[in-house]
């Protein structure tokens, strides 16, 4: 693979060079004095924590947001104190957004193609259009259908269509946001594969993403962005995961789990040969009371569909659930409340909150049964000051809890969620991915509060596809691969790389 | 694999299934239902819900609704029917110009009102569905208009072929069946030929990836709520010449025939679906329901239960179909990890 790893970088002329760029967004410094570039061919991965203003430098970049006076950008050569979006545009700068943005009801031809529609011509050419695609398709090794309806297409073929969209536009850097956070590892291997073709194209692409793993893997160099500030732009050959992370944070992840489970707990759940069509096959597993039980394995290999089971919104086919000893039917919802089950969905922003409704709404929603102990209504003096205290409980940022929850940072929605469910007092909850998209100081209280919990006889059920978190946080790991369980770990036994081979293999 | 666009269509397929097991239901009962005939005479008489149904069409793929054009088209042929029965111009052509920029006019008002307002297109459509109707009554209190120039009753009657039916009758294939088919061809051409047309999918499709690829929205939701308003137009004028007559009140409360066979007809109310050929035979099936509860001499009023349920039904149809498009999705995605 040729790279530009190795060559000094002034050898080759940068594609776009930002030069003491900052920005205010009214008292808050979004970015300060940031020099940032990125040379032809390369792939540049820039990492940082939630708010450390990566997404501003996108947006400068972009023209979406001006960058303050004393700012130098030249792109391509030619200098420019501001852009507008179009003109980055024109430039060749593309933007794959994170949901995508393409067409579903149209072929992959026509939305590789979507930009022939800005021409002022009144009639399509479906040849041209065609015949455009396919040839985009063919130049960077893609084979699919050009008459296929994208939405009949998995993610993975999506994203690969938004990419070849940009291409057909003529891009020379091609933005990704977040490329990997919905794909199977198989399609991860893919993704990559595909972006080496770019570089050897001489297309620039600049890789944003939190999963530390694979900015090493795909990234020639690194830029890293905390408050604001550029820490600096690395090679990446050579730097190791812990480097990194402890360059986004300025702190390790100094999270160990001192106290582990003892073997005579008793035993809360227990699953047998629990089966679902398609889904996932004989399954069976125990949990102990004051347990963290680690479910690990990529997309689509059943994990987050068992939980869905235990959580009685996809009833099992064929298998026993026991809860307490008791036998659990997991039909219903509120059936698995009542046998104390909590469950915190993989999609926060999606399925666990009401974004439009205040922090305060959303935290009582779960217990407003008990909060109603008189009559019909629940006091709001009373309700207010339940969630004031639940706020301070579990270490919640927010400035008025009658804010609504989609202005709380993902980090703080998170713990609403969570706090959400822990007041329904369950006995066992069942956290899809908790710190999906979430950056190493979230994830750390996250983790914090995950040992709190089962300090207090909570047993969990941790999903995960990071195989750094399941060997911190859990007292025995299960792996999942095809809808079966195919290894159990407990983590002294074994290394985050034993336990990465048994995933990908 | 020649044609690009050639996907999957099977909504059209059961739809037209269903026409022909209806039909065949319909000779059994009333032989007369199945001649030559009576399908000419049914073509015409449903040429005003064809025509402003290709409008529809155009606006649910956009992803918007209208529920007004039966108010525009109300306004348009009674102007009309003002003019040409104070002056009495014995010119058909020019009584068919006349309704035309009063329905584009009207229906561009929607256009700006849902672009400026981004309030729902159903709030504001039945808002302005009110408004024209309300100010056509109020100005007119109803007063019917049925004095026109001999050169407008004739064309009525004009046939693009004619035959002589059993009893010496003539019959034949109406004008106004053409028009239809006219029309529908040049809402094909529109939806699939023309950028616009494509930029009306595109928008109907994912509104957000629209203004990111920076098509013009407000060009787009003008040129769908004009379109309607120009069918609406077109199809007030045939409306008054199939009738001989214009009613302030004949023809708004027929906006939910239009909308069930557009839906039925495979356009989407989530946008960014629906095809002229489908809307051409929801326009058929609903027509000929109609036509079988008249024969079966069923209250008027089953007649609007009937097409409540039938809107219900499709739209739920369509909602389950892709649910279960979802669910298979799903079902790949977990073999592909097995296998």
């Known amino acids: 693979m040729e790279s530009a790893v190795n060559q000094p970088v002034s050898e080759k002329e940068p594609f776009l060079l930002l030069r003491q760029v900052s920005k205010r967004f009214g008292g808050v410094r979004a970015l300060d004095k940031v020099d940032f570039e990125i040379i032809r061919g390369e792939v540049h991965c820039l990492v940082g924590e939630n708010g450390s203003g990566k997404s501003t430098l996108v947006k400068i970049v972009t023209g979406v947001v001006a960058p303050e006076g004393g700012a130098e950008m030249v792109i391509d050569g030619k200098p420019y104190s501001s852009l507008r979006p179009f003109e980055a545009y024109r430039l060749g700068i593309h933007v794959v957004h994170q949901d995508l943005s393409l067409f579903p009801n149209l072929s992959v031809a026509e939305n590789i193609a979507s930009h022939f529609y800005l021409e002022p011509r009144s009639f399509v050419d479906w040849k041209k259009i065609r015949k455009r695609g396919m040839e985009v398709m063919e130049k960077l090794g893609i084979t699919l259908h050009p008459d296929t309806e994208v939405r009949k297409l998995s993610v993975a073929d999506q994203q690969l269509v938004a990419i070849c969209r940009a291409i057909a536009s003529d891009a020379r850097l091609i ?111 125990t949990l102990r009371r004051g347990e963290v039980l680690g479910l690990i394995g990529p997309r689509g290999s059943g994990r987050t569909e068992i939980a869905l089971s235990l959580f009685g919104l996809n009833p099992p086919d064929e298998g026993a659930i026991f809860v307490d000893g008791k036998r659990f039917r997991a039909r219903s919802v509120q059936e698995a409340i009542q046998y104390g089950i909590g469950y915190v969905p993989e999609n926060r922003l999606l399925q666990g909150l009401v974004l439009d409704q205040s922090v305060e709404n959303n935290l009582v929603i779960t217990v407003f049964e008990q ?93 995960s596809d990071e195989e750094q978190e399941v060997r911190l946080v859990c007292d025995r790991i299960l792996v999942m691969k095809g809808g079966k369980i195919v290894k159990e770990f407990s983590p002294g036994t074994m290394t985050e790389d034993d336990l990465r081979q048994s995933i990908r293999e | 694999m020649k044609i690009p666009w050639k996907i999957q269509r099977q909504t059209e397929w059961y739809l037209l299934f269903v026409i022909i097991v209806l039909s065949a239901f319909l000779t059994v009962v009333n032989p007369k239902f199945f001649t030559l005939e009576n399908i000419f005479d049914f073509l015409r008489n449903n040429s005003f819900l064809g025509i402003v149904a290709l409008g529809e069409l155009v606006v649910l793929i956009s992803g918007g609704i209208d529920v007004s054009f039966t108010a525009i088209a109300t306004v348009a042929q009674y102007l009309m029917g003002l003019v040409i029965s104070t002056t009495m111009v014995n010119n058909v052509l020019l009584a068919f110009l006349i309704p035309i920029p009063i329905g584009i006019a009207l229906g561009a008002v929607n256009g700006v009102l849902v672009y400026y307002t981004r309030v729902h297109p159903v709030i504001i459509t039945i808002s302005t569905l009110n408004f024209y109707y309300g100010v056509l009554m109020f100005l007119t209190k109803g007063t019917w208009i049925y004095k026109f120039p001999p050169a407008f009753r004739e064309f009525a009657k004009l046939k693009v072929v004619t035959f002589m039916g059993a009893q010496g009758v003539p019959f034949g294939f109406s004008f106004f069946t053409l028009l239809w088919i006219i029309l529908g061809f040049f809402t094909f051409v529109v939806l699939r030929y023309l950028t616009i047309g494509r930029k009306i999918y595109a928008v109907g499709g994912n509104l957000e990836a629209a203004r990111r690829a920076g098509f013009n929205i407000f060009r787009v939701q003008l040129f769908v709520y004009s379109y309607i308003g120009l069918l609406a137009g077109i199809a007030g004028f045939v409306h008054a010449q199939l009738n001989q007559m214009i009613q302030p009140n004949a023809i708004v409360g027929r906006e939910l025939d239009v909308i069930a066979a557009t839906i039925l007809g495979g356009a989407s109310i989530f946008g960014g679906s629906g095809t002229v050929w489908g809307a051409f035979l929801g326009v058929l099936l609903i027509a000929i329901i109609k036509n079988g509860l008249i024969l079966m001499k069923a209250s008027a009023y089953w007649h609007e239960v009937i097409m409540g349920s039938i809107i219900v039904l499709a739209a739920s149809i369509s909602a389950y179909q892709r649910k279960l498009q979802i669910r298979r999705e799903k079902g790949r995605f977990a073999e592909e990890q097995i296998f």
Do not use: C
Not at chain 1, 211 to 240: N, P, S
Not at chain 1, 400 to 427: F, M, Y
Not at chain 1, 434 to 460: M, N, R
């Open chain 1, 175 to 285: 933005i990704l946001d977040e490329p990997t956070s919905s794909l199977t590892w198989k399609e991860v291997n893919r993704l990559f594969a595909f972006l080496r073709e770019l570089k050897s194209k001489g297309i620039a692409v600049l890789f944003i993403s939190h999963r530390l793993d694979e900015v090493l893997e795909i990234g020639d160099r690194v830029t890293v962005i905390r408050d604001g500030k550029k820490v600096g732009t690395f090679v990446a050959q050579g730097l190791t995961r812990d480097e990194l992370s402890f360059l986004m944070t300025g702190k390790k992840l100094a999270f160990t789990r001192e106290v582990m489970l003892q073997e005579n707990r008793p035993e809360i759940l227990r699953v047998e040969r629990l089966s679902r069509t398609n889904q996932y096959h004989e399954v069976s597993f």
């Open chain 1, 371 to 463: 909060l109603k102990r008189r009559g019909l209504f629940v006091p709001p003096r009373e309700k207010h000051a339940f969630a004031e205290e639940t706020v301070l409980a579990f270490g919640i940022k927010v400035a008025d809890i009658e804010a609504p929850v989609r202005s709380l940072s993902g980090g703080n929605q998170q713990k609403v969620v969570l706090a959400k469910w822990i007041l329904t007092e369950p006995k066992i909850l069942i956290l899809d991915t908790p710190t999906h998209g979430v950056d190493v100081g979230a994830k750390e209280s996250i983790y914090q509060s995950i040992i709190e919990l089962v300090g207090k006889d909570l047993s969990i059920i941790l999903i």
